[in-house]
């Protein structure tokens, strides 16, 4: 009865009391404009509004208001990211119960807020880093009417595929990539990562530019230079680094677009958050008819047009263990096929790719690991032409099946805040062949086997000193081995027997040294010096694959040892107009010791037979300028110029060779992008890129002619998650020279292609 009792009257004090004792959540509102110093609205940015645990976004208006409604109690923090702006941030007092009509001025970002993550192993201001490193971020290539990612990395001075051609029409194993004139080939001498994995393909050293879907990409960092005292063999000449997007909340882009040739194009990207849990997607899809590659006086009725068409898909899923640890697993699946200019030229790949890791922070310093790996098969058929082009025979069919496995894993911890350790080590093992069928006049004579295994292993170590505000000196050191084994040749003619070569197993070392300094001599003078050493392994493809393009027959080698280069450089950066104008110029001298390059061996009428051949020196030296102004918030201007005088200097075995320049090497390149931002109204940007003339073979008797190439991209917001555009790819229709093989080969004419853009969420 006490207890019924108590309850009873416990209740009725709750019935009967007051209303104004049940506390009723505070309604917050939050309220603004945000203009630019000109007094000018911002439209179409994004507000961020946070209370420690939830986040709102919502987008400015046409007339830059934004507007927040809700109920908390809380501190606020009102926070905004855009394009061309300084970031923004501000707090809220709980105590408010309504922050109205905020007046936000937005104030230009100097350009020196743009920072470099993973390149350089360490998260490092371009500013602060004696490299010379460039970055195009999403917004870069946003506002580019190139379809490709390598043609959009053309905007970087120096950075080639083998000739001028661009995966759009090439023959993947053209796709290898160089920096700084140190002559393209068709293995790679830049490496290409992205997420810490590399993308250079294991067999042959080239690269697949469409493996990320560019609506997955954050920003591309190339570092120019030697670096294999961070990345051991491909970084010859530089870094490519593809820093994919990382979902932060619900998101989603796509972008497609349609022109002539038949092309259309497609890129997706979904990323969704959840708790301790995130997952990506992206996607990508191209098709072109292509055009017809040999120039009109020369080509004949066998000559077609150079299509292709491909596919991607990847995905992640990642968690996350507080604001400092996550593991992640992705796969992709990326295939294409191509016809390359005749009706019986064709090539295909088809590639799966897995990879594993982590990211954590301890009281020891930080830590990450990936373990990737996957399979890949690359067919292709090979022909003989006539000279005058009217008819084709097949020669080779040839199935190329590769298996590659991999890991590495890295070390930093800053020490006493003067030093910052890394180190880290990683190794590879990779499985490869070269299957042919063997034509002679149409007929299949036989078959032909070559191939073998690579294994390699590197360490490496790096401290990065600040020695006190005015100077850092950078000092690193790896060691790499790799041992090739396994290897052989096997012949079996159908009218003979079968004869099989043995190679013997083969092993190099390489150490590769990093000694760099930067030295703020003013506020806005930097001076840089470096001196480095790197290296390049034979690839498999080089070793043992024999091809043949038109009339041009490549013979492997199997006893080409590794290229190595020892670079120097020196450099200034310069700022000015409260950081809105930056000039960096940077003075090299690389020497590259036993490069591998195609040497020919004999020329008829109807074949030229080269080798793939380790020269005795080549020397490649010349100066690297840059600028970038941001004018204001909606226009800015980058320019680059790259001198490079590259040749052989010096090739015991041929000496009529010494002093000829390094094919695919152009003396001066030229580029230049403008852009004007205002999605509201109109976003425009051209961009430009000029060449003098080069040589497409060893003994400079093949010259390509100068070149200039202007593209045009126009774009306008029809409402905040809707873009519409147009861009148009060599605007002039400048059918300038990209190949002579002797048949000289042009590049694309006028590319037209209007699309649109979805984008939902925070990019």
């Known amino acids: 009865m006490k207890l019924t009792f108590v309850i009873a009257v416990l209740a009725s004090c709750l019935v009967s009391a007051p209303a104004s004792v049940v506390q009723q959540p505070t309604l917050t509102v939050v309220s603004g404009v945000v203009t630019d110093q000109n007094g000018s609205p911002v439209a179409g940015i994004t507000v961020s509004l946070s209370d420690g645990i939830r986040n709102l976004e919502t987008a400015t208006t046409d007339e830059g208001e934004f507007y927040f409604e809700l109920s908390v109690e809380a501190a606020l923090t009102l926070t905004i990211n855009a394009h061309g702006f300084s970031r923004f941030s501000q707090q809220l007092p709980a ?54 990612l390598d043609d959009s990395l053309r905007q970087i001075p120096g950075f080639t595929l083998f000739r001028r051609s661009g995966s759009r029409t090439a023959n993947p194993t053209t796709q290898g990539v160089s920096l700084r004139g140190l002559g393209a080939s068709g293995a790679s001498r830049a490496a290409v990562i992205a997420d810490g994995v590399p993308l250079n393909d294991p067999f042959g050293g080239w690269v697949y530019w469409s493996r990320v879907p560019r609506n997955a990409i954050q920003q591309v960092e190339v570092l120019r230079g030697g670096a294999s005292d961070l990345y051991g063999s491909s970084a010859l000449s530089g870094v490519v680094n593809i820093v994919p997007r990382r979902p932060g909340s619900n998101e989603f882009s796509l972008e497609t677009s349609y022109g002539n040739q038949e092309t259309a194009d497609g890129s997706f990207y979904w990323g969704h958050r959840l708790g301790n849990w995130s997952t990506s997607v992206s996607a990508g899809i191209f098709r072109t008819n292509g055009y017809v590659l040999v120039a009109p ?107 590659f496995l991999g890991a590495n894993g890295q070390w930093t911890r800053a020490l006493a805040s003067i ?26 004579t036989g078959l032909l086997g070559a191939g073998g295994r690579q294994a390699t292993i590197g360490g490496y170590v790096q401290d990065v000193i600040r020695i006190n505000s005015r100077v850092v000196l950078n000092a690193g050191i790896r060691v790499d081995h790799w041992r090739n084994y396994d290897s052989l040749i096997t012949s079996s ?46 690839t498999l493809n080089e070793l043992y694959r024999t091809f043949r393009v038109g009339n041009v027959l490549t013979l492997a080698n199997e006893n080409l040892r590794a290229e190595r280069v020892t670079n120097t450089e020196a450099g200034i950066r310069v700022s000015g107009l409260n950081d809105r104008v930056v000039v960096r110029s940077a003075f090299f001298w690389a020497t590259v010791s036993e490069p591998v390059a195609n040497v020919t061996l004999a020329v008829t009428p109807a074949l030229i037979t080269r080798q793939r051949q380790n020269l005795g020196r080549v020397r490649s030296r010349g100066v690297e300028v840059e600028t970038e102004t941001r004018f204001n918030q909606f226009w800015d201007l980058t320019a680059g110029y790259l001198f490079a005088d590259a040749t052989l200097a010096e090739f015991p075995a041929n000496v009529a060779l010494e002093g000829l320049m390094i094919p695919q090497v152009p003396r001066h390149q030229f580029t230049f ?90 990019k």
């Open 297 to 403: 006086d020369e080509r004949g009725p066998i000559d077609t047009a150079a299509g292709s068409r491909h596919s991607v898909v990847n995905f992640s899923v990642e968690r996350s263990f507080g604001e400092h640890k996550r593991l992640f697993g992705s796969g992709s699946f990326f295939g294409e096929s191509r016809g390359n200019g005749t009706p019986l030229q064709t090539n295909r790949t088809h590639i799966r790719q897995f990879a594993l890791g982590g990211d954590w922070l301890a009281d020891i310093g930080s830590f990450s690991g990936r373990v990737f790996g996957g399979t890949q098969v690359f067919d292709q058929n090979f022909s003989a032409i006539s000279s005058n082009r009217n008819t084709e025979t097949i020669t080779r069919v040839q199935r190329v099946p590769a298996q």
């Open 95 to 148: 105590t408010d119960q309504a922050q109205n009509n905020l007046q936000i001025v937005l104030r230009p970002a100097p350009i020196s807020e743009r920072v470099t993550v993973s390149v350089t192993r360490t998260e490092t201001r371009i500013a602060d880093n004696a490299a010379s490193i460039a970055v195009l971020r999403a917004e870069d290539f946003e506002t580019s009417a190139a379809v490709t």
């Open 419 to 444: 030093h910052t350790i890394v180190a880290g080590l990683d190794a590879a093992q990779v499985r490869g062949a070269s299957d042919e069928i063997v034509f002679i006049a149409g007929d299949a």
């Open 673 to 762: 992008q403008t852009r004007y931002t205002r999605p509201s109204i109109v976003t425009i940007g051209l961009q430009g890129r000029a060449a003098s003339s080069q040589v497409d073979d060893d003994q400079n008797l093949f010259r390509l002619a100068p070149y200039f190439s202007l593209d045009a991209f126009v774009s306008r917001r029809i409402n905040r998650n809707l873009d519409a555009f147009v861009a148009f790819e060599n605007l002039l229709n400048q059918r300038y020279e990209i190949g002579r093989t002797p048949v000289t080969t042009l590049g694309p004419s006028l590319l037209v292609r209007a699309g649109i853009k979805i984008h939902m969420g925070a």
């Open 493 to 538: 003619p159908f009218a003979a027997a079968p004869a099989t070569t043995i190679f013997p197993d083969r092993t190099e070392n390489a150490v590769s040294p990093r000694v760099s300094i930067l030295f703020k001599a003013h506020e806005r003078v930097s001076l840089t010096a470096s001196v480095t050493r790197a290296f390049r392994a034979p």
